[in-house]
C-alpha cells in the first residue's frame, strides 16, 4: 500500500492506494478533531457522477440558442476538437462584441490548493487575451466587504484578523453571540488547513466567559457547551441592538469619553435612539413587537452588560439579508457606546463559528498562488449579482457609491464552484443562464452548472494533482501530493487554460514557460523565501514534499483588534475620512440607497414575520450552510446522504408550526411562494422560534418547472441586494409557505449522469 499526502478544504489527511485505488483516507495526525467529511474521497474520486470525457450539448451543436440547457443531452469529443471549439467561441465573442462580453465565473471552491485555484486561474486566462467582465466581493460576506471600509477603515474584522480565542478566554466577560457559534462551519477553510480547533474554542471560552447565543435557533451553540439562547425573530438583530444602546443612554451608563475620542457621529446615533430626530424611541418597549423578545428581557440583558468586559460578535450570516449592513454597524456601535473597541476580550468581531481557524493566533502562514494579471476591460460586478448581469444589458446599477451599466454577456466561462447552489432565485439564475449564445464549464462532477454548460470540460480533483495548501489562520503548511492518475480524461484547469491559450495566442502570458509542477516548485521557493524574511528556516522542497507538511511555530502576542488603535488614536488613525469609527458616515448615507439614514437604523427587510407578505408566506425560512459537505460538494456521496431521508433533506420547524399544519415528524412537505417550490422532510425541533424553519443549502437543483424536485432552497430565496453600497446576498430574507406533501415524491434525475452520446447523430 503506498500513501500520499494531501488536503481537501475539509483538512488535510493521508490518502491510502492500493492497486490504482484508493481505498482509505485517515486525518492528519496532528489534527485534535478531524472531520469524517474526508472519508467521501475514496467513494467520490471515481463517482459515476465524474464528467469523464469532453462534451458538448445536443441542442447547441444544432444552434438551438440555450433554450434546452439544463434539460439537454451531450455528445462526447475529443480533446482537441472540444478545446478547438471553445476557443473558437472565445475568440468569436471578443472579436464581435469585445471582452466585456466574455463573462468569467468562478468561486474558487472546487478544490484545495494554491496553485491549482480555479478563480485565480480562470482570471489569469482571460486576463491573458485581453480581459473579460469579472466579479468582487463574495457571496459569504460580500455586504460587509464594502460597508466595512467605510465605517472602521478595513475589511479584516471579518473573519481574517479576529482577537484570539485565548485572549477572550482570559478577559471577556460576556460574549454576546449575534448567531451563535455554529460547529458545522468550523469542518471548513478554503485552500487546505492542517487542525480543527472548534472543540478548545468553545470549551475555553465557554467555561469562563458568559456566552449569549441570540439566535432563532437554540443549536447556533451545541447543548454540551455552557451557555444562555436568547430567542430572536430572524432579520431583527437591529431592532435589539439599538434598544440596549438606548437603555444604557437613559441610564448614562455609556462611555461617552470613548465616543468622544474614538468615535465621530455619536450625537446623530444618540438623536435617532431617543427619538429625538424622528420621534420615535427606540426603547425595549419599542424593540420588543419587532424581535419577539420581551421588553423586560432586554433591559436586563442591557444592563447586565455594564460594567462588564463584553464582546459583541455575529455570524456572516447576519449580514446575508436585506439592509444586512445594519447589524454590523449597530454591533460596532453597542461596542463603542460599551467603550469596549480594542480591549483584550472585547469590542466586536465578525466571523467566530463562520469558517475554520476564525480566533486561531495570527500565524500569517505564507502561501504562494499564481498571479491573476491585470484585467484591460476593468470591469466586475457585485458577486452576487449574477442574474441581475445575464438578464438586464444595458441596465445601470450602484455598487459601493459609484454607478455601472451591465455589459451584454454572449459567453459564460465557470471554472471552480457552483452558482447553482449559492445564487438565490434559481430559477431566475436558470433564465439568466439562457442568454449568453454559448456557455463552458470546467467541472469534476455533473453539477447543477456543469448541465447548464454547452461544451464541459473534465477537471481534476486535489487528489490527481500536485500542489501546496494552507490557510493564513493554520500553522501547517501541506504538501499536496498526487494520490491517482487524473480519472478518465480529467485534465488540471491549468493545463485546459494553458491550451486555451495557445489557441488565442496567450499562451506566454498565461504559462510563462512553466508546467503545473513547476509552479508548484516555484510556489514553494516564493513561501521559502518569505519564511527566511520572517527568521525561520525553511527546509529545501525536496525535504518539504517528502515530510508533507511545514509547521508554522505559535505566535507569542495574544492578537486584539484595533489594540493600537485604542491606545493611540491619533498616531493609529483608522483609515477613515476621521480616522476614527464612524456611527454617523456621510458617506455610507450617500451610497445605501434612499430612505436610509448614515447611521445603524432599523429597516423594514420586506421579508420578515412582520411584514404584510408573512400572512401569505407565515414561514421565515433560514438557509445554512449544511453539516454533511461543504455547499454543494460530494451531495452524491454516502456521508452526505445519510443525513437524508428518501433522498431528501431535513427542514427544521417548531412544533407549533408543525402542528398547526398537521404535520408530524418524518412527514414529507413541500415548501413553496410565489418564486417556487422544493420538497424536504420535516423534523419537529422545539429550538426554534415560532414562525422558523431551516433547510441546509446545497441539494443538487433538479428543476421541474420552477418546482425543484429535490430540496433546495434557492428555489425561494430572493434575488436582491442588500443595498446599494454592499450589493450582497439577502438569501436569509425569505418567506414562505410549508404544507404536508402527500403525494409520491418525484424521481431525482440529477443522481445520475446526463445521456452522452458519441456522435450526434
Given at each position: 500500500m503506498t500513501t500520499r499526502r494531501s488536503a481537501a478544504h475539509w483538512g488535510a489527511f493521508t490518502a491510502h492506494e492500493r492497486d490504482g485505488k484508493l481505498v482509505a483516507v485517515t486525518p492528519f495526525e496532528h489534527d485534535p478533531h478531524p472531520t469524517p467529511l474526508n472519508s467521501v474521497w475514496p467513494e467520490m474520486l471515481t463517482s459515476p457522477m465524474r464528467v469523464a470525457r469532453p462534451?458538448?450539448?445536443?441542442?447547441?451543436?444544432?444552434?438551438?440558442?440555450?433554450?434546452?440547457?439544463?434539460?439537454?443531452?451531450?455528445?462526447?469529443?475529443?480533446?482537441?476538437?472540444?478545446?478547438?471549439?471553445?476557443?473558437?467561441?472565445?475568440?468569436?465573442?471578443?472579436?464581435?462584441?469585445?471582452?466585456?462580453?466574455?463573462?468569467?465565473?468562478?468561486?474558487?471552491?472546487?478544490?484545495?490548493?494554491?496553485?491549482?485555484?480555479?478563480?485565480?486561474?480562470?482570471?489569469?486566462?482571460?486576463?491573458?487575451?485581453?480581459?473579460?467582465?469579472?466579479?468582487?466581493?463574495?457571496?459569504?460576506?460580500?455586504?460587509?466587504?464594502?460597508?466595512?471600509?467605510?465605517?472602521?477603515?478595513?475589511?479584516?474584522?471579518?473573519?481574517?484578523?479576529?482577537?484570539?480565542?485565548?485572549?477572550?478566554?482570559?478577559?471577556?466577560?460576556?460574549?454576546?453571540?449575534?448567531?451563535?457559534?455554529?460547529?458545522?462551519?468550523?469542518?471548513?477553510?478554503?485552500?487546505?488547513?492542517?487542525?480543527?480547533?472548534?472543540?478548545?474554542?468553545?470549551?475555553?471560552?465557554?467555561?469562563?466567559?458568559?456566552?449569549?447565543?441570540?439566535?432563532?435557533?437554540?443549536?447556533?451553540?451545541?447543548?454540551?457547551?455552557?451557555?444562555?439562547?436568547?430567542?430572536?425573530?430572524?432579520?431583527?438583530?437591529?431592532?435589539?441592538?439599538?434598544?440596549?444602546?438606548?437603555?444604557?443612554?437613559?441610564?448614562?451608563?455609556?462611555?461617552?469619553?470613548?465616543?468622544?475620542?474614538?468615535?465621530?457621529?455619536?450625537?446623530?446615533?444618540?438623536?435617532?435612539?431617543?427619538?429625538?430626530?424622528?420621534?420615535?424611541?427606540?426603547?425595549?418597549?419599542?424593540?420588543?413587537?419587532?424581535?419577539?423578545?420581551?421588553?423586560?428581557?432586554?433591559?436586563?440583558?442591557?444592563?447586565?452588560?455594564?460594567g462588564k468586559r463584553v464582546l459583541v460578535t455575529a455570524n456572516w450570516s447576519l449580514q446575508r439579508a436585506r439592509h444586512g449592513e445594519q447589524p454590523y454597524w449597530a454591533i460596532i456601535a453597542l461596542a463603542s457606546m460599551l467603550g469596549q473597541v480594542g480591549l483584550p476580550g472585547g469590542g466586536f468581531a465578525f466571523g467566530y463559528g463562520s469558517s475554520n481557524g476564525m480566533g486561531n493566533p495570527r500565524y500569517d502562514t505564507p502561501l504562494y498562488g499564481l498571479p491573476a494579471g491585470k484585467n484591460a476591460t476593468g470591469f466586475a460586478i457585485p458577486c452576487a449579482r449574477v442574474t441581475?448581469?445575464?438578464?438586464?444589458?444595458?441596465?445601470?446599477?450602484?455598487?459601493?457609491?459609484?454607478?455601472?451599466?451591465?455589459?451584454?454577456?454572449?459567453?459564460?466561462?465557470?471554472?471552480?464552484?457552483?452558482?447553482?447552489?449559492?445564487?438565490?432565485?434559481?430559477?431566475?439564475?436558470?433564465?439568466?443562464?439562457?442568454?449568453?449564445?454559448?456557455?463552458?464549464?470546467?467541472?469534476?462532477?455533473?453539477?447543477?452548472?456543469?448541465?447548464?454548460?454547452?461544451?464541459?470540460?473534465?477537471?481534476?480533483?486535489?487528489?490527481?494533482?500536485?500542489?501546496?495548501?494552507?490557510?493564513?489562520?493554520?500553522?501547517?503548511?501541506?504538501?499536496?501530493?498526487?494520490?491517482?492518475?487524473?480519472?478518465?480524461?480529467?485534465?488540471?484547469?491549468?493545463?485546459?487554460?494553458?491550451?486555451?491559450?495557445?489557441?488565442?495566442?496567450?499562451?506566454?502570458?498565461?504559462?510563462?514557460g512553466r508546467t503545473t509542477d513547476d509552479w508548484v516548485r516555484f510556489a514553494w521557493d516564493q513561501i521559502s523565501a518569505r519564511l527566511t524574511r520572517n527568521g525561520l528556516e525553511p527546509p529545501d522542497f525536496e525535504a518539504f514534499w517528502e515530510k508533507g507538511y511545514f509547521e508554522m511555530p505559535d505566535p507569542k502576542d495574544n492578537y486584539v483588534m484595533f489594540a493600537a488603535f485604542r491606545d493611540d488614536p491619533e498616531a493609529h488613525r483608522l483609515p477613515t475620512p476621521s480616522g476614527r469609527v464612524e456611527l454617523?458616515?456621510?458617506?455610507?448615507?450617500?451610497?445605501?440607497?434612499?430612505?436610509?439614514?448614515?447611521?445603524?437604523?432599523?429597516?423594514?427587510?420586506?421579508?420578515?414575520?412582520?411584514?404584510?407578505?408573512?400572512?401569505?408566506?407565515?414561514?421565515?425560512?433560514?438557509?445554512?450552510?449544511?453539516?454533511?459537505?461543504?455547499?454543494?460538494?460530494?451531495?452524491?456521496?454516502?456521508?452526505?446522504?445519510?443525513?437524508?431521508?428518501?433522498?431528501?433533506?431535513?427542514?427544521?420547524?417548531?412544533?407549533?408550526d408543525a402542528a398547526m399544519r398537521g404535520i408530524e415528524d418524518g412527514d414529507n412537505v413541500r415548501l413553496f411562494n410565489d418564486r417556487g417550490a422544493c420538497f424536504a422532510v420535516a423534523k419537529i425541533d422545539d429550538g426554534l422560534v415560532r414562525g422558523c424553519a431551516l433547510l441546509p443549502t446545497g441539494a443538487t437543483y433538479d428543476p421541474d418547472g420552477t418546482t425543484d424536485r429535490n430540496s433546495n432552497p434557492n428555489v425561494l430565496t430572493r434575488d436582491i441586494g442588500t443595498s446599494e453600497l454592499g450589493q450582497g446576498s439577502s438569501a436569509q430574507s425569505c418567506l414562505v409557505e410549508v404544507e404536508k406533501f402527500t403525494g409520491e415524491l418525484p424521481e431525482l434525475r440529477v443522481n445520475r449522469p446526463p445521456v452522452q452520446h458519441e456522435t450526434a447523430t
Open positions: 462534451v458538448a450539448r445536443k441542442g447547441w451543436l444544432a444552434k438551438d440558442g440555450g433554450a434546452a440547457r439544463g434539460d439537454d443531452e451531450y455528445v462526447s469529443l475529443p480533446w482537441d476538437e472540444a478545446l478547438d471549439m471553445a476557443a473558437g467561441e472565445i475568440s468569436r465573442v471578443r472579436g464581435q462584441h469585445g471582452n466585456s462580453a466574455l463573462f468569467a465565473g468562478s468561486y474558487g471552491w472546487s478544490s484545495a490548493g494554491r496553485v491549482h485555484h480555479a478563480r485565480t486561474l480562470i482570471r489569469r486566462f482571460y486576463n491573458s487575451i485581453g480581459g473579460f467582465t469579472d466579479q468582487v466581493t463574495n457571496y459569504s460576506y460580500g455586504a460587509a466587504m464594502a460597508f466595512m471600509p467605510r465605517v472602521v477603515g478595513v475589511h479584516n474584522a471579518v473573519g481574517s484578523s479576529l482577537t484570539s480565542f485565548t485572549t477572550i478566554r482570559d478577559h471577556c466577560d460576556v460574549m454576546l453571540a449575534m448567531g451563535g457559534i455554529p460547529a458545522k462551519n468550523w469542518e471548513v477553510n478554503s485552500g487546505g488547513f492542517g487542525q480543527h480547533r472548534y472543540e478548545p474554542f468553545l470549551d475555553g471560552i465557554t467555561n469562563s466567559t458568559r456566552v449569549i447565543n441570540v439566535s432563532p435557533y437554540r443549536g447556533d451553540i451545541e447543548n454540551r457547551f455552557p451557555s444562555e439562547w436568547l430567542p430572536i425573530r430572524p432579520n431583527t438583530d437591529t431592532a435589539l441592538l439599538l434598544a440596549i444602546m438606548q437603555v444604557l443612554i437613559a441610564d448614562g451608563t455609556h462611555d461617552e469619553a470613548f465616543l468622544a475620542r474614538y468615535c465621530v457621529g455619536a450625537d446623530r446615533l444618540v438623536a435617532y435612539l431617543t427619538g429625538a430626530s424622528d420621534g420615535e424611541v427606540k426603547s425595549p418597549d419599542w424593540a420588543s413587537p419587532i424581535t419577539g423578545i420581551p421588553a423586560d428581557e432586554i433591559a436586563a440583558l442591557a444592563r447586565s452588560l455594564v441581475d448581469l445575464l438578464l438586464n444589458p444595458g441596465q445601470s446599477f450602484r455598487f459601493d457609491g459609484k454607478t455601472y451599466t451591465y455589459p451584454e454577456i454572449k459567453l459564460i466561462h465557470w471554472a471552480g464552484g457552483n452558482p447553482f447552489h449559492h445564487h438565490q432565485d434559481l430559477n431566475r439564475l436558470r433564465d439568466g443562464f439562457r442568454k449568453p449564445e454559448t456557455v463552458i464549464v470546467n467541472e469534476c462532477y455533473w453539477t447543477a452548472t456543469a448541465r447548464h454548460a454547452d461544451i464541459v470540460f473534465p477537471a481534476t480533483t486535489a487528489l490527481e494533482r500536485n500542489d501546496i495548501g494552507g490557510a493564513s489562520r493554520d500553522p501547517y503548511i501541506l504538501a499536496m501530493q498526487q494520490v491517482l492518475p487524473p480519472v478518465g480524461e480529467a485534465r488540471n484547469d491549468y493545463d485546459i487554460f494553458a491550451a486555451l491559450a495557445e489557441r488565442l495566442g496567450g499562451a506566454e502570458a498565461f504559462t510563462e454617523y458616515s456621510a458617506d455610507v448615507e450617500a451610497m445605501t440607497g434612499p430612505g436610509v439614514p448614515g447611521h445603524p437604523a432599523w429597516l423594514d427587510p420586506e421579508e420578515w414575520l412582520g411584514a404584510p407578505r408573512a400572512a401569505i408566506y407565515p414561514i421565515h425560512l433560514l438557509t445554512p450552510q449544511p453539516a454533511r459537505r461543504l455547499h454543494g460538494q460530494m451531495d452524491w456521496s454516502a456521508h452526505s446522504r445519510e443525513g437524508k431521508v428518501r433522498g431528501r433533506e431535513l427542514l427544521k420547524i417548531n412544533p407549533a
